[in-house]
Each structure stands twice: as structure tokens, then as C-alpha cells.
């Protein structure tokens, strides 16, 4: 029987599942129920050390020997300390050593418990990577992460290069009730390495078997769709003719697809939902693309890193393809396509069926895209504002700021957009539009809510402002995106205390920092400025402020969402 503690028997479960064969255990009673369950294990050979010192030497000239992972346990307080010097040993020669220490619950540190250390990051300078597991497992979230963490520990051990690792696990009492039958079967992550066209070939492998493919790509600011040369044009359109591509506006290789509208309209529909899935790229706008992976639980997750980093968004991932570029890798997926060479299935396509749903699905959302006129409302202007840009003869780099702004860029944009999505912060939109002006004889738009621009206006107080940048100022008075959230109108005080209300205006700051400034209050004089902010010349920078309502504003798109 194994312990009754969740934590121990998922680290169990995946040091077995990830090529542990050998355990130095050493002495104490925290670390007891990690020890017992090593012991209990068939696949483990344990070997009991009580010199903490010489038993961290001991698992060294093992895991020397085997080439293979190690793991030493021991108990909390100042026993892990003295597996230090065999720590750095492995660090430098990079051995595969796993350091296994139990602990105290967090609680307990500092407060004169005994044999109580901060253990976190205390070998923080010589490993590969740390992890601390939850003491106490009560959800499922808590239970994907405890798992993701040791995953993410036991990986370390080979790459980017072999080395030593910490695996720090608190533990409640009580300690010794051992009553599980048997280790969960857990989700084990694996790296997969190949360069070129057998990357390529091996996420291909993949897709084109699959009945129900699917490749999702977040944020790129690579290879440029509209900078491509004819082979690696024929290239995506193969791809797109073969698996499901899904793309935001912030993706530079790919046309947006309507992701939030198509999601919308399916709901829960199980017809739509991949058996693989490949995920390129960095950050996701869309909350619904994000839930929608979470609810894959029986898909195939597959996540290309430039890193080898588990940036699991779908809960659910089971590999993790180390590639430096995610517009190669598809360029290298529709390159095989070209030359006839589409995996197990030969000229097959079991994904057809599959594809054709998607198809139809984009095509009956584009059409609400199209003839859904929004009353007079943030995503009016957008709208509006994306028309225009459409008939522009002339080089426009977009920047969209985070919130409101840029979930309303991918209703709209059928460009690339660039938004500070890596923490999806506020703070900062202005002033990176205001630097990439700087650098660029392209004309620099900048759509930005009302909290976003006054948390960065000092961008405006700049001596290199040049007459290039143009700002459209979504103005409702308040965070807008806040009236989307559902709940949060119960609150007495969400305006004042929760969204920001306020009662400013960017016309004295325009004043001030000599920006040219220009108002709307309503259709006719929204749709007046922006041809003027568009194509007036101007010295100095332009900027258009259109005050809204938010109601109107969070009506509009909830509207929208319900034809699509």
C-alpha cells in the first residue's frame, strides 16, 4: 500500500514513468512517507544511507555509473543542506540527480518549528531547476499542477543539458497512513528533438493521421505573411487544405481566423473538438480558445517551445516539441505536403471531414463579421477604423493595446497586430507604439482604451514624438472590459473601487506635449476623425479621442456574440 498523500504518489508515479530506477533514502520522519513509497515501489531499488553528506555522493556515483537519473531523499531542516556539496558536484560534471526533500507546510516556516528551514531555493544556484509541490491536493487545477511541476523537474534533468534537480515537498501530518492500493497513472510529458525537415516529419506524423486535426498559433512576430516567397505561400495554403489552422490577429504568418465568433456558435458541440492538437506561438487572446483547450481532455496535446519549457495553456499537454521558430515548423509541415509526402496515410486524408465542419463553421461567422453593423460603440470605431486602413496605400504598423482594444482587433483586423501580450498588461501600450515610431518612417497607429493611455500618457511627454504616430483613444469613462464580466454588477462599488471610473479627458495632455488632438462624441464625428487622423499631415503626432458609453460598448459585442 502507498501513502494516502497525493503529492508523494504523483512524484512517485512520474520518477518511475520518467526512468528512475534507483533511490538513496536516507533517515528521518517527514520524509517517511516519500521513503515508504520508494520502497513499496517494484520498480525502484532503494538503498538506505544515514549520512545525508555522503549519501548525496553515494546517488552521484550511481547515476556517473547508469547515465541515468538518481534520486536521493531526505528529511527537512538542515539534512538537505548537506546533500549541497554532491548537488554542486552534479551540477558541474551535469549528472542527473534528483534531490527529493520533504518539508514543513509553509505555514510552519519561520515559527520556531523543528527541523525547520527555508528550503525553498536553497540550492537554488546549483540545479536545474526547483520545484515545491502542494502539500494539500483539493482540485483539479491543484492536481494538474503538482503534476506539471515534477514533469517539468524530471525533464530538467536532460535538458537544455544534464544536471541536478530539487523536487521540495511539504508534507501534513499526519504522516504514516499508508492505504492506496496502487500509484495513480499519471500524464507524463515528453521532450521530442529533431531539426529542419524531421521536425517537420515528425509533427506531421502526427496531424496526418489524425481524424480530427488541429494547429493552434498564439502570438508570433516572425516570418510575415505578406514577406513570404511563392513556395512558402503554396506551402501554408497545402497546410490549410489539409489540418485546421486556428490564428489570432497577433500572429504575423497566418490570416486571422474567427476564433472567438466560431466558439461562440458551437458551444459545447463535441463535432468540433481535435484528436491532436499542435500549439505554436506565444500568448492567446481569445478566454474561449483557452477554455476550449482545457476541456480536451481526450486530445493529443502537442506544444512547440524555442526552449523546451512547458507552457502547458491546454492543462493537457503530453509533448513538448523543442523548435526555435514556429512559422519553420510550418513552413517544414507544408514543405512535406509539396512533395506528396503526407505521412502514415499516404494521399489520404482521414482529417477531410473534420476540416469541411471548421470550413463551413468560419464561413457562416464570417458572414455576421461582415453585416453586423454595431450601434455607435468602441467596436463601431474599430470597426470602422479596420475599413479604412483596408483602403490605405500605404505602410501602417498596429499597435493594439491589451483589454477591450485588442479583442476587438481580432474581430476586425485582417492584419498583423502587435500588442504587449507576453503579461498582458495595461501599463505600457502608449509608450511601446511611441518607440517603434521613433525608429520607423511608417505611419505608427495605436488604438488604446482610456485606463491603459492615462496609466502611460509621460509616453507623450518624449522629445523624439515625430508626426508618424496616430492614436485612436477608446474613451467610456471606465476599465469597459469590466462591464463584460459576469457577477461583478452585484457589487456596490465595482465602478468606483473595481473599474477605474473616472471623469478625464487627453485633451490637455495633447495640449502640453504639442500632440494634435481631435474628439468624437458620436458616429458622424468618429467616422470625420478618423479619415482626418488617417490622412492629415502632420509635423507632430495626431490623436483621436472617442468617448463612449460602456453599456453601449459591452451590449454591442454581447450582441454580436449572439448572432455570430
Not at 309 to 329: F, I, L
Not at 515 to 537: C, F, W
Request: net charge negative; proline share 5%.
Amino acid at each position: 500500500m502507498y501513502s494516502d498523500k497525493e503529492s508523494i504518489n504523483i512524484l512517485t508515479s512520474l520518477l518511475v514513468a520518467h526512468g528512475v530506477r534507483h533511490a538513496v533514502v536516507c533517515p528521518g520522519s517527514r520524509n517517511a512517507p516519500v521513503v515508504h513509497n520508494l520502497a513499496e515501489c517494484p520498480d525502484i531499488r532503494c538503498f538506505p544511507v544515514t549520512d545525508e553528506r555522503s549519501a548525496g555522493f553515494f546517488a552521484l556515483g550511481i547515476a556517473q555509473t547508469l547515465r541515468q537519473p538518481v534520486a536521493v531523499c531526505v528529511t527537512s531542516g538542515s539534512a538537505l543542506l548537506n546533500v549541497a556539496p554532491a548537488v554542486a558536484e552534479a551540477y558541474y560534471q551535469q549528472v542527473p540527480l534528483v534531490v527529493v526533500s520533504a518539508d514543513r507546510p509553509e505555514a510552519w516556516i519561520d515559527q520556531l518549528d523543528g527541523q525547520t528551514i527555508r528550503q525553498a531555493g536553497a540550492l537554488a544556484n546549483i540545479v536545474a531547476k526547483e520545484v515545491a509541490l502542494p502539500s494539500n491536493i483539493r482540485t483539479e487545477t491543484e492536481r494538474w499542477h503538482c503534476n506539471r511541476l515534477v514533469n517539468e523537474a524530471l525533464l530538467a534533468t536532460f535538458f537544455p543539458k544534464c544536471g541536478p534537480v530539487h523536487i521540495n515537498v511539504p508534507i501534513d501530518e499526519p504522516l504514516f497512513e499508508f492505504n492506496t492500493p496502487a500509484l495513480p497513472t499519471q500524464r507524463v510529458i515528453r521532450w521530442h528533438f529533431s531539426q529542419g525537415e524531421g521536425l517537420g516529419a515528425e509533427l506531421a506524423g502526427w496531424l496526418f493521421d489524425a481524424e480530427r486535426p488541429m494547429v493552434i498559433v498564439g502570438q508570433y512576430d516572425g516570418l510575415s505573411r505578406d514577406r513570404l516567397d511563392p513556395e512558402a505561400r503554396q506551402a501554408l495554403s497545402l497546410l490549410s487544405q489539409r489540418v485546421v489552422l486556428l490564428s489570432e490577429s497577433l500572429c504575423s504568418l497566418l490570416p486571422p481566423t474567427p476564433v472567438e465568433e466560431a466558439l461562440a456558435a458551437m458551444d459545447d458541440d463535441q463535432a468540433y473538438q481535435p484528436d491532436v492538437v499542435v500549439y505554436l506561438g506565444g500568448m492567446l487572446v481569445s478566454k474561449r480558445l483557452r477554455h476550449f483547450l482545457r476541456r480536451l481532455e481526450n486530445a493529443r496535446v502537442i506544444m512547440v517551445s524555442p526552449d523546451g519549457g512547458v507552457n502547458d495553456v491546454s492543462m493537457h499537454a503530453t509533448d513538448v516539441v523543442v523548435a526555435h521558430d514556429a512559422g519553420e515548423v510550418l513552413l517544414a509541415m507544408g514543405r512535406l505536403l509539396m512533395e506528396g509526402r503526407d505521412g502514415l496515410n499516404g494521399n489520404m486524408n482521414p482529417g477531410k471531414a473534420f476540416l469541411d465542419s471548421w470550413k463551413s463553421l468560419f464561413a457562416r461567422v464570417e458572414t455576421v463579421v461582415d453585416v453586423y453593423e454595431p450601434p455607435f460603440s468602441q467596436m463601431a470605431v474599430v470597426k470602422y477604423l479596420e475599413q479604412q486602413l483596408e483602403d490605405m496605400d500605404m505602410p501602417v504598423v498596429a499597435h493594439y493595446a491589451n483589454s477591450s482594444a485588442v479583442r476587438l482587433a481580432n474581430v476586425y483586423a485582417q492584419h498583423h497586430v502587435l500588442c504587449n501580450r507576453g503579461v498582458n498588461g495595461i501599463e505600457g501600450s502608449l509608450s511601446t507604439a511611441v518607440g517603434c515610431a521613433a525608429v520607423t518612417d511608417a505611419m505608427v497607429l495605436c488604438v488604446v482604451g482610456d485606463l491603459s493611455f492615462f496609466y502611460d500618457q509621460n509616453a507623450l511627454w518624449n522629445r523624439h514624438l515625430k508626426g508618424n504616430l496616430r492614436i485612436v483613444l477608446l474613451n467610456n469613462a471606465i476599465g469597459g472590459i469590466f462591464h463584460t464580466l459576469p457577477g461583478l454588477e452585484h457589487s456596490e462599488v465595482h465602478d468606483a473601487m473595481v473599474c477605474g471610473a473616472h471623469h478625464t479627458s487627453a485633451r490637455g495632455i495633447c495640449s502640453q506635449c504639442d500632440v494634435g488632438y481631435l474628439h468624437a462624441a458620436n458616429d458622424q464625428e468618429m467616422r470625420m476623425g478618423i479619415v482626418t487622423l488617417l490622412t492629415r499631415h502632420s509635423s507632430r503626432p495626431m490623436l483621436l479621442e472617442v468617448f463612449t458609453d460602456p453599456q453601449h460598448d459591452a451590449g454591442a459585442l454581447k450582441d454580436y456574440l449572439k448572432k455570430s
